[in-house]
Each structure stands twice: as C-alpha cells, then as structure tokens.
C-alpha cells in the first residue's frame, strides 16, 4: 500500500469513469494528524489481515507526509501556497497483486481494490476497468466515453455487458461496425481518453433460403378450389347410387334370426353367417333411413294442402292463423312442442326442395350428408336447383340400372311409379340440359349393333381355343411388379396393384355415356378418380388382320421378345364396354396402360387425376392418326392432328 495526493495526474487517471459502490455510512471519520489514532475501518482492515503493525507505519508515513507539506508551504509563493493547500489532503490507496513465488516480494503488476480518503474516512469509487476475453472474434472493442459518479440506466447496461461471459447459443454472432455504436452515452467532459469495453452483439440472421411457395403452374390449368356444401351433397348422391347398397321395401315385422354360439369358437359357416347378418340389417336401416326421408318430405306437401284446405273452411281467418291450426293440429298428433315441431320442419322442408328439383332417386341417395345439408341451408341456392334439376336424368338412369328396386320404397306412401330405364346402365345416353335419356342405338344414323361385355372374346377362326394374350415364361401367380400372389379369390389374392379390377371386390365404375357437341357420344366422370386409379380395361372382340377401323393393337412387344404375347387386335364391334366411347385428346386425363394379370396380358384405363363432371379422354397416339384419315377436333391449344381434312371424320 502507498498514499496517493489528490488532484495528481495518477488520481485523475484512477477515479475518472469511476463507478460509485456501496456506500458504507453516513457517519464520517475524522482524522487527526496530531494523533496516532487511524480511522476504524483501517483498524478493521488491519485486524481482518492479521497485521497490526500497519498501523504505526502508516501513522509514521502520515506525519512525515505533514511535515514535508508544511517545509514546501514555509518556502513557496502565494499561488504555491493555494497548491500545497489543496494537497494536504491524503489518501490510503489499496492494491493487490498475483503471484506464484515470495507473497511479500514487491510487483510491479498490481491490481487496485480500492481507495480510503483519510480526511473523512470514506471509501472512494473504483474506477471501471476492461475485462478481457480470449474470444477475440467474436467480439466488438468499443470506446467508452468518460463517465461520472452519478451513472444514467444505459451506462450502467453498457458496464454490465462489458462484464458479461460469452454465451453458447443457435444465434449468429455479427460484429458491429462504427456506426453501431451508442454515441448518446458520452457526456460533457468528452475530452479525456476512451476505455475500450469489450460487447458481444448479437443479432439474428435471416436465412435467404425460406422455402418459397410452389411455383404456379404454366400449363394453364385453373385452381383447384374446396368443394362446396352443394358439390357434396351431389358426391354423396353418386356414391350411394355406385354402392352395393339393397334397397328395397320389407314388412316392419320379421322373424326370429337364427341363434349363433360363439363360446366354443368362431368356423368358417358362422363368421360368414354373422356378415351376412350385418349386410342384412344394413341394407334395412337404409331403406329405413330413405322411407323416413320420403315419409317426412311427403308430410310437407300434406300440410300445405291441409293449410289449403283449412283456408277455403274458413275464408275469414288470416293466413297466419291457418297455419297455426294445421300447427296445432299435427303437435296434437305427434306429441311434440310447437318449436320441436318447427325445427324438424325446416328440416323436411329441405328435403321436399331436394325432392322437386332432383326427383325421388335424389333425396332417396342422399342419405350421407343430406340432414345437416337441410339444417343448415348454406347450399340452398338457385343455382343449386338448376344443377339438381340437370343431374336428375343421369341419377334416374344409374339408379334405375344399378337399383332396379329402389322405387318400391314409396310404397310407403301409397304411391308407385314405373321404372324408366332398362338394361345395361351404359345403353343410356346422358343429353346435356337435364332432357331425358335416350337409347345408345339411337345416336348413330346407320343403327349401332353392339353387346356390352364383362370379359374379351376370342375369335376363334384366328386363334382357335388359344388366348392370343396369353405371356410364355412367366409365373401366372406371381406379379411381375409388386412380386405378389395373383388370384381372382379375394382371401387369396396379395397383388394391390389394381384392387379396383383385379383381386378384389368390384364395383361399377362411376362414368356414364353422355352426348358431347361435334364428337357425338362421349364418357363422363360422376365422381372424382384420383390419379393411378384402374378405371376399366378396355374390352372387344381378339382378332387379327383389320385394317382401316377402330382397334386397338396387343401383344406389341413393351417385354422382351421371349416374354410378350403374340400380336393381336382388339375390335370393339360389336362386343365391347365403355371403353368404346373415349374420346380423344392431345392433353388427355388417363392412358392405357399394358398388365400382366395371371399370366394374361390386359389393356386398362387409368386415370391421370380426373375431376368430377370431366369428360374422360386418352390419347389415340401418333400411329392411329397416321392410318386413319380423320380430324382431331380435341379443341386443346396445343392440338398436334387438327389436319383440317375434307371429308374427313371426326375423332
């Protein structure tokens, strides 16, 4: 320890920028030069190092600090006498320092603790010193202006980020520029030397590569936009129309079901037993379901006729006033309050709507969805009924072919109407406008023979009893894609990679044959067919040698020549499917695609993703229009066979 004079260049160095500490008192000590009495927090300071006789040197250093000042004052002028003056006051100055060898071997590198002014016996402020940091890189030096006792709130943040250790974590470290620095920190006395003070900036970083939207695409195609309430009601139509579901029309009283033990174990005869029996009550809550829809909707006619009735009874009642007595009247029958009543009207409501503008088939297939559909209303529009009024034909048509018995169900209110189409559900052309069908032969001039086919046939002049597409040196219960057992037994079969025509349960695809302006007959989707999805294959008469008409050519080699089947045709007349009614397009949404099913090489129609209510369409290739002379009338921008022919037919 050695004393220090106040007002030297070596005390303004160290109390400048000083940062004020905790205050130890209000009481002052006061010193007397006189006496060997030192100031009590000296005595402590003594005492807590164990070495009392600091105390007689420093009272010894202070009285020949006092004589020397007094000797200086005897001899100096009076502006020497005003400098000694201000130096007679004196201060204890305390250091430390590190050390590895002798602790009592003076260096010269020490640290200062701090500063006691013996005239008061106050603890002066240590100054602010710079923390180093071997992590030079990732900090910024910035100057530190001179600073005073009394420290604003920002000085104070700035002192305890200079002290801050480095922190690990996920953001970036940036180091600042000059600009980044605080200039609003300096005060007035901004001519003494800056203190650099080490701060670590840290900053986020944006990553500039975002994932960006998907590009929009360049083909032209519209947005796909979210299917409204309206557009799924009529999905649900379509799909109970193309389910297996039995409808049909029962006695409420049935008998006593078989009795089925289960406790020894389930065989074979009593699982399928206890299927059927689900099938069975499924199909009856159904029909139930649908009978209750056509009861509730012919309840609403009967009540608008009663409310007519009840007015020409009663001629002077207000309108209002007659329908409360029909109200009231049917409260009484049912047993219900006038608001149960009511809600269950707005209800019925809807379905008698349902039932005007799309017919009786619409609201009996539209038993998924169709009550919170008529709860809430939201799709009851105009256009709505417009749309009903135009499917209505094509929803007579499915489900007079593919449910013959579904109009007995309105013998439950006494009413019966004759079925209206016949036959193969393909045999009806589906007219635009909301006209009638009209019979598949009636669309060509010359008549159309034709016979609608579940399976190929094989004309057996060419080809005898052999099938052409039969494929040599392949495992016929093997699939030659996914590596799985082919069979046509559901339970046996392991190959998915067509279940909706091989291996598993059918189910009439959801197209229809529909007129298409200057291209005659065409084949439309009822529902959407997502992409990969096997349509139906494309089926006609095996044969060989025909030229100049519509075939299809097989046994092409897409395998090896040693794996492919022996070339042949397939001439849609006069056996064939729908298949026969594709249209052509140079931007089609399904193709035909080659299968090896149990050894048989089989042409299908798959789909390239196809909305409900688009005409399907395939490409007919380049080779069908090199032999044909016929003209594309696709109406695509990038049509490639728009020859412009004369005389030349339409394809």
């Not at 009806?428 to 016979?451: C, H, K, N």
């Not at 004309?459 to 799985?484: L, M, S």
């Given at each position: 320890m050695y004393l220090i004079r106040k007002n030297t260049p070596r005390y303004s160095e160290l109390c400048h920028g000083a940062k004020k500490l905790v205050e130890l008192g209000d009481e002052s000590i006061q010193l007397d030069m006189d006496s060997t009495s030192l100031p009590s927090l000296i005595t402590q300071l003594c005492n807590l190092l164990h070495n009392p006789g600091f105390l007689g040197k420093l009272s010894s250093a202070i009285n020949r600090s006092k004589l020397k000042t007094s000797e200086d004052a005897g001899h100096g002028s009076e502006y020497d006498g005003e400098k000694h003056s201000a130096h007679n006051q004196l201060f204890l100055r305390i250091e430390a320092t590190l050390c590895q060898e002798q602790p009592y071997k003076p260096h010269d590198d020490s640290l200062l603790l701090g500063c006691i002014d013996l005239q008061n016996g106050k603890l002066l402020a240590s100054p602010a010193t710079p923390v180093t940091s071997n992590h030079s890189s990732d900090s910024t030096i910035i100057p530190s202006p001179p600073q005073s006792t009394a420290r604003s709130p920002r000085q104070d943040f700035a002192s305890h980020l200079s002290k801050r250790r480095k922190t690990v974590s996920g953001l970036r470290l940036a180091p600042s520029t000059a600009s980044n620095a605080d200039q609003t920190e300096s005060d007035s006395d901004s001519q003494c030397p800056p203190t650099p003070i080490k701060r670590s900036i840290r900053q986020f970083h944006c990553e500039t590569r975002f994932p960006q939207r998907k590009k929009p695409r360049n083909d032209g195609a519209p947005p796909v936009l979210e299917p409204t309430s309206a557009d799924k009601l009529i999905a649900g139509i379509w799909k109970q129309v193309y389910s297996p579901v039995k409808l049909s029309h029962f006695s409420s009283v049935q008998g006593p079901e078989p009795a089925l033990d289960i406790r020894t174990g389930v065989s074979g005869d009593v699982f399928r037993a206890v299927s059927t029996l689900c099938l069975k009550y499924y199909n009856q809550s159904q029909s139930m379901r649908a009978?209750?829809?056509?009861?509730?909707?012919?309840?609403?006619?009967?009540?608008?006729?009663?409310?007519?009735?009840?007015?020409?009874?009663?001629?002077?009642?207000?309108?209002?006033?007659?329908?409360?007595?029909?109200?009231?009247?049917?409260?009484?029958?049912?047993?219900?309050?006038?608001?149960?009543?009511?809600?269950?009207?707005?209800?019925?409501?809807?379905?008698?709507?349902?039932?005007?503008?799309?017919?009786?088939?619409?609201?009996?297939?539209?038993?998924?969805?169709?009550?919170?559909?008529?709860?809430?209303?939201?799709?009851?529009?105009?256009?709505?009924?417009?749309?009903?009024?135009?499917?209505?034909?094509?929803?007579?048509?499915?489900?007079?072919?593919?449910?013959?018995?579904?109009?007995?169900?309105?013998?439950?209110?006494?009413?019966?109407?004759?079925?209206?189409?016949?036959?193969?559900?393909?045999?009806?052309?589906?007219?635009?406008?909301?006209?009638?069908?009209?019979?598949?032969?009636?669309?060509?001039?010359?008549?159309?023979?034709?016979?609608?086919?579940?399976?190929?046939?094989?004309?057996?002049?060419?080809?005898?009893?052999?099938?052409?597409?039969?494929?040599?040196?392949?495992?016929?219960?093997?699939?030659?894609?996914?590596?799985?057992?082919?069979?046509?037994?559901?339970?046996?079969?392991?190959?998915?990679?067509?279940?909706?025509?091989?291996?598993?349960?059918?189910?009439?695809?959801?197209?229809?044959?529909?007129?298409?302006?200057?291209?005659?007959?065409?084949?439309?989707?009822?529902?959407?067919?997502?992409?990969?999805?096997?349509?139906?294959?494309?089926?006609g008469l095996l044969t060989r040698g025909i030229t100049g008409r519509d075939v299809m050519l097989g046994g092409s080699s897409t395998q090896t020549p040693k794996t492919s089947p022996r070339p042949y045709q397939i001439l849609q007349t006069p056996y064939l499917n729908i298949s026969r009614f594709i249209n052509h397009s140079c931007r089609p949404n399904s193709q035909f695609q080659r299968f090896i099913w149990r050894g048989l090489e089989q042409i299908i129609v798959v789909s390239r993703g196809i909305a409900a209510g688009s005409e399907i369409t395939v490409d007919y290739s380049d080779g069908y229009w090199a032999e044909l002379d016929l003209e594309c009338r696709c109406g695509e921008g990038g049509c490639r066979f728009r020859r412009g022919k004369e005389g030349g037919r339409v394809g």
């Open positions: 009978m209750e829809m056509i009861v509730q909707a012919y309840w609403i006619e009967c009540y608008e006729s009663r409310i007519s009735v009840i007015g020409q009874a009663h001629p002077h009642l207000p309108p209002t006033e007659i329908r409360m007595m029909a109200l009231r009247e049917a409260c009484s029958v049912l047993q219900w309050k006038e608001k149960d009543l009511r809600n269950r009207m707005a209800i019925w409501r809807g379905y008698a709507q349902i039932r005007d503008s799309g017919g009786w088939a619409s609201l009996i297939f539209a038993s998924a969805g169709v009550y919170r559909f008529c709860k809430y209303r939201t799709g009851f529009t105009s256009s709505f009924s417009t749309q009903l009024r135009h499917l209505r034909p094509s929803i007579e048509v499915a489900a007079d072919t593919l449910h013959p018995e579904w109009r007995d169900l309105l013998l439950v209110i006494g009413q019966t109407e004759p079925r209206k189409y016949h036959g193969h559900p393909h045999e009806w052309v589906i007219p635009r406008g909301g006209a009638p069908a009209v019979p598949l032969a009636s669309t060509y001039r010359d008549g159309f023979q034709y016979e609608f086919i579940e399976a190929c046939r094989i004309d057996a002049g060419v080809f005898g009893e052999e099938d052409p597409r039969r494929v040599e040196g392949v495992d016929a219960e093997v699939c030659g894609v996914c590596g799985e057992r082919q069979a046509d037994e559901v339970e046996r079969n392991r190959c998915l990679c067509f279940p909706s025509l091989f291996g598993c349960v059918r189910a009439p695809a959801p197209v229809q044959v529909f007129h298409t302006p200057g291209k005659n007959n065409g084949v439309i989707a009822r529902l959407p067919l997502p992409r990969g999805l096997a349509l139906f294959p494309f089926l």
